[in-house]
């Protein structure tokens, strides 16, 4: 499993422990229970995963076709059986570039000739807290006038667990939240429960990338599976905040 010490990778470890199945971390880093992979050589990599039945590929940052292309390639040299990769709902409907970066890992990932399975999700809710908790460092805070649809990371990992012990069922259902909220709202609702107080801006931006974030290219409203709200993920992080930000009113 790549990402394996990420927020989402860490609890589909965990999730698939927990059923029984053994599951290798693959890593830049040294430690216990990581396989240690050089991304630009590939080298530890067929060590990694020699006698694997299921890659789960959590990884992923700009510019990381590269180790898109190592892995899949490592893969289908090792005969894996499924192959799961994770998604965000909209890259193909959005030009900004690591949505072009995500949408480039899934067209290899179905060209590899492995079985496979993608899931695309929407913006988890600790993306869009730890956006507000930037924004609201200033003491006029800036919110992009832009609706989203946040998943909860727990339910997501509870998803890609599932269908990464079922057969490979190539491109599934997207998975979105249980509401659309106006981000203007969520900056509401995160100040209250933080304790500040700050005059909120909405702002609009030119662009492509927030012309297609204003059509809700992002967003999945057929698909409300998740069932934590933006407010129930507050509830329990709201005492989070970043150490510049501590103290602050």
Not at 17 to 27: C, I, K, L, T, Y
Not at 190 to 207: C, D, H, N, Q, S
Not at 209 to 236: C, E, S
Request: aromatic share 6%; net charge positive; hydrophobic share 40%.
């Amino acid at each position: 499993m790549t990402g394996g010490t990420g927020r989402l990778g860490a609890l589909v470890v965990g999730r698939l422990r927990q059923a029984g199945h053994e599951v290798r971390v693959v890593s830049r880093r040294t430690g216990p229970r990581l396989f240690t992979v050089d991304w630009k050589t590939g080298a530890g990599l067929t060590a990694a995963l020699d006698g694997a039945d299921v890659v789960v590929h959590c990884a992923s940052a700009p510019g990381s076709v590269d180790m898109d292309r190592r892995l899949v390639k490592a893969a289908a040299d090792a005969h894996v059986s499924h192959l799961l990769y994770i998604s965000i709902v909209g890259v193909d409907r959005n030009p900004l570039r690591y949505y072009r970066t995500k949408l480039t890992a899934e067209r290899i990932v179905e060209q590899s000739g492995v079985p496979y399975t993608i899931l695309r999700a929407t913006q988890f809710h600790d993306l869009i807290r730890m956006l507000l908790a930037t924004l609201a460092r200033i003491p006029l805070m800036p919110v992009p006038d832009l609706s989203f649809q946040p998943v909860d990371v727990s339910e997501v990992a509870d998803r890609f667990a599932d269908l990464a012990m079922a057969e490979p069922a190539g491109r599934v259902a997207d998975m979105g939240g249980p509401q659309v909220l106006r981000l203007t709202d969520m900056a509401r609702a995160y100040l209250e429960a933080t304790g500040r107080r700050r005059p909120i801006v909405p702002f609009r931006l030119p662009g492509k990338v927030f012309g297609a974030f204003r059509a809700g290219y992002h967003r999945a409203p057929d698909h409300a599976d998740g069932r934590i709200t933006f407010a129930d993920h507050l509830a329990t992080h709201s005492d989070e905040r970043t150490a510049s930000d501590r103290g602050r009113r």
